[in-house]
């Protein structure tokens, strides 16, 4: 089985499972408690943050932990936007295709009396630093652009667009979920003011995160109750969790270059060979994206009928068609890049692990285009396509 | 329970009547490429029985599975019978669609309609 959804989850590693089971049995105590079990767990937890502080290049006391990114997104959008309200600051610059833990909190606040601006990405699935400056007005409170985006992987130009932001004097705020713990992420070099991550996303546990917020940076609480960090977010901590978290982020900031030399070759050897395909094409910039992710679109053929047959012959990965999101609409993603529904729908995201081997990218591509020519062979659109009854559009 | 019955998987993996039929004298296609499913039903009818059916189709898991079982359904049977078939008829013999897959049954109910009704008007032509 070759697992290559690795933008969706991952599996724990080996040291954050370790991590957690000695925590789980030796060190439950509540952070909070006076006595010494108490207290050794505060120790953990604290020692934690300034791991993962280090990880990003940051103090340990701008991190708080969250239970997860899309909690992280949304405390640190909607922070912005109860410090802006205060000062008549009700407009918000983001991007089209932010995740959904980004774009429906936007969505409420547009609701909440809020004016939202999504800036364009492009045919190569990238932010322009210009467009957002001039984006950027005098009552604008935010900017929130992901660091790299889970579906076509694109790395945005985040360094510009903090200095940007710095310069204009506006909060920035980065959902760097997919980022962390793959490709460098400095949050002083960067001139980030908020930033979002995810442990099961660098091979930590599922259900916890954090959210950084620069000194000086006023939070708002989601969740109200004891004077849990920092008062900020209340809840006994998931010391385990966050143990966890701390230890796969250490391992994988320490391997990020190699990871990433690695992944890279075989990310690259993939698009190659996949790019073989008739009218296929690669979705979003071949160089500037994460180490591990493709993303294809192949013509005339429907993707959850792909992901199907590629799970058969033991490939699991994901797609953005509308059979797969669970609405009529392919991904946003792919739309907000140019791509439009009949080509959206037949598109494929493969998001490889370090441990893919050379041979198992060779059999990635043999099987999917086996599948995709299988598919076409039965395909009416494909039909009409080759007839030349309809444009090829790929 | 996973996503779909092993009947739904069976008829995905190895639908039924695949292909075109170049004599056809009924034809329907349903669906567009917008909301990602499109079925189109090739009938051969001859003394009123439907003698050759074949299907082709650009769609998810429940699409195919649901227009190969459709042909399954009336293939052989007089043109009475086949205009009586359901969607539902249609998901019972796939032992159940999740919920929002059924719209997939419903489509390949018109297909065969379409293409009943093709051939309906081709022969009050004649």
Known sequence: MIYADNAATTKMSEAAVQTMISVINENYGNPSSLYSIGQRAKEILEEARKTVAEAIGAEPQEILFTSGGSEADNQAIRSMAEEGRKKGRTHIVSSAFEHHAVLHTLEKLKKEGFEVTLLDVHEDGLVHPEEVEAAIREDTCLVTVMFANNEIGTVQPIREIGAVCRKLGVPFHTDAVQAVGHIPVNVKEDQVDLLSASAHKFHGPKGVGFLYARKGIRLTNLIEGGAQERGKRAGTENVPGIAAMAAALKEAVGNLERNAALLTARRDQLIEGLGKIPHSALNGDAKRRLPGNVNFCFEGIEGESLLLLLDDKGIEASSGSACTSGSLDPSHVLLAIGRVHDVAHGSLRLSIGEDLSEDDAAYIIRSVSEVVEYLRSFSPIWRDLEAGKKEHIL | ?126
């Open chain 2, 1 to 126: 329970m996973a996503l779909y019955s092993e009947k739904v998987m069976e008829h995905f993996r190895n639908p039924r009547n695949v292909g075109v039929i170049e004599d056809a004298n009924g034809i329907g296609e349903v669906g567009n490429a917008k909301c990602g499913d499109i079925m189109k039903m090739y009938l051969k009818i001859e003394n009123d029985v439907i003698q050759d059916v074949k299907f082709e189709t650009f769609g998810c898991g429940s699409a195919i599975a649901s227009s190969s079982m459709a042909t399954e359904l009336i293939k052989g049977k007089p043109v009475a019978e086949a205009e009586k078939l359901t969607n539902q008829a249609v998901a019972e013999a796939l032992d159940g669609l999740p919920a929002y897959k059924m719209h997939c049954s419903v489509l390949a109910e018109e297909a065969i309609h379409a293409a009943l009704e093709d051939w309906r008007s081709r022969e009050k032509q004649s």
